[in-house]
């Protein structure tokens, strides 16, 4: 054993929340190694913001997360906005903010991001070892991790940063909850969130390719309704986009369960839809259903929507009936569909669920089953909405815990 090497720092998973602990406690002087299973450190932020890595939000806040919002609050606290953002100003990463405060590299590519991470590390010490993945860690006076090869390694600090099964072909797996275990985790259920979902009615592949402005409900006119205002895609299996997407991490549980109802309103920012279509119709007495839609709706949205509604195409809305006034301002303002199934795993974004929160210190992140280990990131039973939330939370995470374990 006393060939093993030893480390100061040992971090599973060259990620964002990996890089940045790497980084961090290089920087304060630590021995450290960072493994990663990959041929290649951040893949996920290669892939992030389809190539253009959106890398933090100027409105994010404890709000837009699920899961245990308490330890993602203590998070932003340690590593808000103004410093994500000056950290990566002081890498050398020039960004722009975009629509809804979305942050980007200015030179509009993932590489400049995730290069900027790895030189940095290079720069301050950090040994990368890629194609190296850690199949056992256990603990006594150091901690001993086992790679798939049967090399053996030692370390005073352990870092899980393995990430979620999200996205395998981008590096994905179960392996950080198979090593939490081992020091005595229990893993909240898992299930994909970023995520576009199927739905029952197959006439919904007519509208493939187009988009709209929609407020999205989930369990509509119930109490446990879900709602996010946004873009949603429609496709040849069912809906995506950002809005969907934002939804999506509450339906994983109750999908096992059985279907549930999603509606999408058109107008969200006319409150009474029936007095606006009337309204309409009197302005346009001569129009046919499809006319009536002319400068409201996508064609084909207007067209499958009137098939819905079961509206009769070449009637002058002159001559529509009471029920026909409340079917039409029912459907634009609470179109139904029936989710049927989440996306596979391969389309998912991120994951809900992980590490179970209540096992970790808020504070520093340190494992409270398993002293001197500490778990970053998507592991752990936090998810944010789309916009660069779940990168700004992995930033932090792996701030946070590096400035959380005991100077040398």
Avoid at 165 to 175: L, N
Wanted: with cysteine; charged share 20%.
């Amino acid at each position: 054993m006393n060939d093993t090497p030893f480390y100061d720092v040992l971090v599973i998973g060259a990620g964002a929340s990996g890089l940045m602990c790497a980084l961090q406690s290089a920087r304060r002087g630590k021995k450290v190694l960072l493994l990663e299973k990959e041929k290649q450190c951040g893949r996920k932020i290669l892939v992030s913001g389809n190539g253009r890595c959106n890398l933090t939000n100027a409105f994010v806040c404890a709000a837009d997360y699920r899961g245990n919002t308490q330890l993602a609050q203590a998070v932003l606290r340690h590593f808000p906005f103004q410093k994500c953002l000056d950290f990566f100003h002081q890498l050398g990463v020039l960004t722009v903010e975009e629509e809804n405060g979305r942050i980007f590299p200015r030179t509009g590519k993932s590489t400049a991001v995730a290069e900027a991470l790895r030189l940095a590390c290079a720069e301050a010490g950090v040994e990368l070892r890629t194609e190296s993945e850690a199949v056992k860690i256990e603990k006594k006076k150091t901690f001993k991790v086992t790679l798939a090869d049967g090399q053996m390694l030692q370390a005073k600090y352990c870092v899980l940063a393995c990430g979620s099964k999200a996205y395998p072909q981008a590096g994905g797996s179960e392996s950080g909850y198979k090593l939490a275990r081992q020091a005595g985790h229990h893993i909240t259920p898992v299930f994909q969130t970023l995520c576009a979902v199927n739905v029952k009615e197959k006439a919904v592949a007519r509208l493939q390719g187009v988009r709209a402005q929609v407020k999205v409900t989930l369990w509509p006119g119930t109490q446990k309704a879900v709602s996010n205002e946004g873009e949603v895609l429609f496709t040849a299996y069912g809906l995506s986009g950002p809005a969907v997407l934002n939804v999506s991490g509450f339906l994983g549980p109750h999908l096992a369960k059985g279907a549930v109802p999603i509606a999408l309103d058109f107008f969200a920012d006319i409150p009474d839809k029936e007095k606006f279509v009337r309204a309409r119709a009197a302005a346009f007495p001569g129009r046919n259903a499809k006319e009536f839609f002319a400068g409201l709706l996508h064609e084909n949205i207007a067209n499958l929507l009137i098939d819905f509604a079961g509206v009769r195409k070449n009637l002058p809305v002159s001559q529509w009936t009471e029920n026909t006034f409340k079917t039409v301002a029912k459907n634009i303002g609470a179109w139904p569909f029936t989710v049927t199934a989440l996306r596979p795993w391969s389309e998912a974004m991120a994951a809900a669920g992980g590490v179970n929160c209540a096992e970790i210190n808020y504070n520093t992140l340190e494992s409270l089953c398993c002293p001197g280990l500490y778990i970053l990131g998507e592991l752990l039973d936090v998810d944010g909405r789309s916009g660069g939330f779940n990168l700004h939370f992995a930033w932090g995470c792996g701030y946070t815990a590096a400035l959380a374990m005991p100077e040398e």
